[in-house]
Every structure is written in structure tokens, then in C-alpha cells.
């Protein structure tokens, strides 16, 4: 339910005019909303009164606030049950109204009658035979998580030095493009973290290389290394995500120790027995270059790293290197990640005699977004590369004019997932283009591929004249 929706039906219709006094008192909301439901709406997400209440909470009510703002989403009663254990009975004899009865009264009258919980009824359908309270849905706002205290204990360490460890992973995966030079065999989906070149086009596994994509893939790697067998009742977020929620949190200078994150995974997995090592999950997360760590008098601390990926203070010139007319040199050493996204968008990329070159590309310019033809280093490239500078010009000289392309082929696709099908295959080409809800563009020469992949999927290929009519 949207959020906005959720807050007009609450405060419109599901609060009682005693449920509206309480939030009122608790939280010092102006007396005119006694008197106006528009109003008490109107300052229902203010930050009035809401440090306040987030000091009347105990320990394991704020854990669970942490939990609802992690996920983000509105949660249904059953999730309250880890919150009230002793209200739930779990007789298998009992009605779902009659197992969640007391849980509902019991947030409605710790939580929502303290005006930091939205609830609302979700809409029945034709056919749905739900109670009532099945279909209550919960959120907490996230106009209120800045107001949350930290999840984990903060812990003061503002002189490090140089004891503070971390391992650049994102750099040690980009500088591995020199040794993977051809493309590796086909692998399972799970396991495609092999940066490679193809067709000039630098890809991670599959698909095209972004900042994001591999920051996802270093991710991925280390919350397989985390696992929790899932259980009906368990929150749907991962280990490694609540991780990464209690420790963004921490402000600058400050770490935290594993056991201060232990309780939110407690309240997350109700029904595990045996939960993984803290310690070891994050010792894991260092490892993969997720985290840093520092010792200080015999405990280990960590916190989210934090990788420079911008330009900075750094010149183009000291990661780019003009070897001659065709070619330019990047330095994987020193090239910022997020400059390294922007020159794959302008040229394609190979290896020439143990270094990675990057030759300017005359369609790929064209379609560079306007934030990387605007960035420092495509403006140092423009000024001193020629055949790199006489590309944009021919492309500003053509920039607003007709341009008719000769070999090209249009195809119309009706079946939706046909469509997808055909452009998800030809991704990493860029050859395919869609160009509306029904239509594709592509090169004649990839006439043959696609009718193989339209065939294999049951459709026929139809071909059609000026002439015809569909």
C-alpha cells in the first residue's frame, strides 16, 4: 500500500477519536487535531514529539522499529509475533483471528496509540475471504528513522592511523581484465564474475560492466557466504543486508563489534536455533571487501567501507596516456571506477601488448549519456586526442538531422515476451534497438541469429512488402 494512502485511511478512518487523543498527548501534537482529522493527518509525520517516544521505548520495541525500517515495507500482523511472543498462542486448533487477537491489541496500543506505526486495512477483492484482520497492513514511516538510535553500539575510535584494514576488491576485479582476455566458456548465471572483453564491449559475465553491477556481484559473493535457512516467519532480508543496515548507521570515526549487531539478527530469524557466528559473518564481509576493521585493546571493530570512485583531485592525465592516433592507455591502477564506467560508453576496449586500450568509437559516442560528454576527462580526451576529438565533431556537425541508415532491418513482434526474449539475447551487442511497444531494429546481418532464436521459441517469421497490408 502507498504510504500517503495508507496515512489518510488510518487517520480518516481507522483511528477512534480515544486512539487520536493518546497520540496527541504522547506526542504534543497541537490541540486543533482533536478536532480536525485533516489536521491531525497534516502533522502526523512531523518530527514533533518523536524523540520523545523513541525514549519511552524499550530495547527490544526499538530493535523491532529497526527491523520495519530495513525492510521498507508494510508488514502484516504475523510479523508482530516476534515482537509479542506470549500473545501468540500456536495452537494448530485456533482460527487466525483468534491467534493474533491479542497481538493486534497489543500494537495498537504500545505502538500505534504512540504515533510512530501506520496501519491500514487492504482492499478485499471479489473473491478474497480474509478476515478483517488478515488484511491490516503496518508501516513504519521512514519520515521517522533519522530519529531511531543507532541499532548497534557506536564505539568512538577517532585516531586509527594506520591500523585500519580493508582490501580494494573492486580494484583487484578490474585489474584482472589483463590477464582474462578471451571470453570465458558459458557458466552458470550464479557464478558469471569474470570481467572480459567482447566485440570491444568489457563485460561482467553477461552483461555490460557498471560500477553498480560489480559492487552487486562483490555483494552477492559474500551473503552466499552468509546464509540462513528460510523459514515462514523469517524477515525476507538477508543476513548481510541487516548487517549492512545496523552498521549504516554509524557516523564518521565510529565502529562497531559483532555482538552489539547479534540481537537484531535474533529478532529478524524468530525461529532459527542456531544462528551463524557474528564474527565470522563479518570477518567474511572484510574478507570480500565489503567492510573494514581495526583492533583496538583486544576487540575487533568494523564499519562500512567506504571506496572513492569519483574523479577527486586526480587528472586525466595521470590515468590516460596518449599512445597514438588509435589507441589510448588506461592505467587500472589509478583510474577511477567511475570514470573507467564512462570511457567504455565512448570507445571499445581490447588489449594491446599487456595493456588495456580504449579506441574511440563513433556509435557509442553518439549514444554516451550527456553526464559522461560533459565529464573532465571526455573533454581532456576531445582536446588531446584527434580521431577522438574528430568523432564528436562529426557527431555535433549531424547532431539534429535526419539520418537514414542503409542494412537496416525492422521487425514487428505482438507476443510481449518474445520481444524481451529477443532484446534480453542481443543485450550485450547493442545491435537491437526497440523502438516502440511492438517494434525492433537491427543490422541485416543479424537477420539469421534472430530468426533462430524466434523459431526455437515456437513463432514463425513472416516476411512483408510495401505492399501488404499487416
Known amino acids: 500500500m502507498d504510504k500517503n494512502d495508507m496515512l489518510k485511511q488510518m487517520c480518516q478512518f481507522g483511528l477512534s477519536q480515544a486512539d487520536i487523543k493518546a497520540i496527541c498527548q504522547i506526542r504534543d501534537l497541537p490541540p486543533a487535531c482533536l478536532k480536525s482529522r485533516n489536521l491531525f493527518q497534516h502533522n502526523f509525520l512531523s518530527n514533533t514529539g518523536i524523540e520523545k517516544v523513541m525514549a519511552s521505548l524499550d530495547e527490544k520495541q526499538l530493535l523491532f522499529f529497526h527491523l520495519l525500517n530495513a525492510t521498507g515495507e508494510e508488514m502484516d500482523i504475523t510479523f508482530f509475533a516476534r515482537l509479542y511472543k506470549e500473545a ?202 565489503c567492510l573494514e576493521k581495526i583492533i583496538s585493546g583486544g576487540k575487533t571493530f568494523y564499519r562500512l567501507i567506504k571506496i572513492d570512485t569519483g574523479l577527486g583531485n586526480r587528472k586525466p592525465e595521470d590515468f590516460l596516456s596518449i599512445i597514438n592516433d588509435k589507441f589510448v592507455e588506461i592505467d587500472l591502477s589509478c583510474i577511477p571506477l567511475d570514470v573507467f564506467e564512462q570511457l567504455c560508453e565512448t570507445g571499445k576496449m581490447s588489449i594491446w601488448q599487456g595493456r588495456l586500450v580504449l579506441q574511440p568509437d563513433l556509435v557509442k559516442i553518439s549514444h554516451a549519456s550527456k553526464k559522461t560528454k560533459e565529464a573532465p576527462t571526455f573533454i581532456w580526451l576531445m582536446k588531446h586526442h584527434q580521431a577522438f576529438r574528430k568523432i564528436v565533431m562529426a557527431i555535433n556537425k549531424l547532431e539534429g538531422k535526419t539520418v537514414v541508415h542503409n542494412n537496416i532491418m525492422i521487425a514487428r513482434i505482438r507476443d510481449l515476451s518474445l520481444k524481451v526474449l529477443v532484446e534480453k539475447k542481443f543485450t550485450h551487442t547493442k545491435q537491437v534497438v526497440s523502438l516502440s511497444e511492438e517494434f525492433i531494429s537491427f543490422p541485416v546481418n543479424l537477420l539469421s541469429e534472430i530468426q533462430k532464436v524466434v523459431t526455437k521459441s515456437g513463432h514463425a517469421v513472416k516476411f512483408i512488402t510495401v505492399n501488404d497490408n499487416d
Open 88 to 289: 501468540h498462542p500456536h495452537s494448530y486448533g485456533c482460527t487466525f483471528n483468534e491467534k493474533y487477537k491479542v497481538v493486534f491489541n497489543k500494537v495498537k496500543t504500545e505502538l500505534v496509540r504512540k504515533g510512530l506505526l501506520l496501519y491500514a486495512e487492504k482492499k478485499k477483492n471479489v473473491w478474497d475471504k480474509t478476515t478483517v484482520l488478515e488484511r491490516q497492513r503496518f508501516m513504519f514511516p521512514a519520515d521517522f528513522s533519522p530519529y531511531l538510535p543507532p541499532p548497534a553500539n557506536p564505539v568512538l575510535i577517532d585516531k586509527p592511523g594506520d591500523k585500519i584494514e580493508r582490501k580494494d576488491i573492486l580494484r583487484d576485479k578490474v585489474v584482472e581484465i589483463l590477464e582474462t582476455r578471451k571470453a570465458p566458456a558459458s557458466q552458470p548465471d550464479l557464478i558469471q564474475g569474470i570481467l572480459h572483453i567482447k566485440d570491444g564491449t568489457l563485460l561482467l559475465g553477461k552483461s555490460p560492466f557498471t560500477v553498480k553491477r560489480m559492487k552487486d556481484w562483490n555483494r552477492s559473493r559474500w551473503s552466499s557466504s552468509v546464509r540462513i535457512d528460510p523459514k515462514s516467519d523469517n524477515i525476507r532480508l538477508s543476513p548481510v543486508e541487516i548487517i549492512s543496515y545496523a552498521l549504516s548507521f554509524l557516523k564518521k570515526c565510529e565502529w562497531a563489534v559483532p555482538d552489539d549487531i547479534l540481537p537484531l539478527w535474533k529478532i529478524a530469524y524468530p525461529r532459527v536455533t542456531k544462528l551463524p557466528d557474528i564474527g565470522s559473518a563479518l570477518e567474511k564481509g572484510w574478507k570480500h571487501g
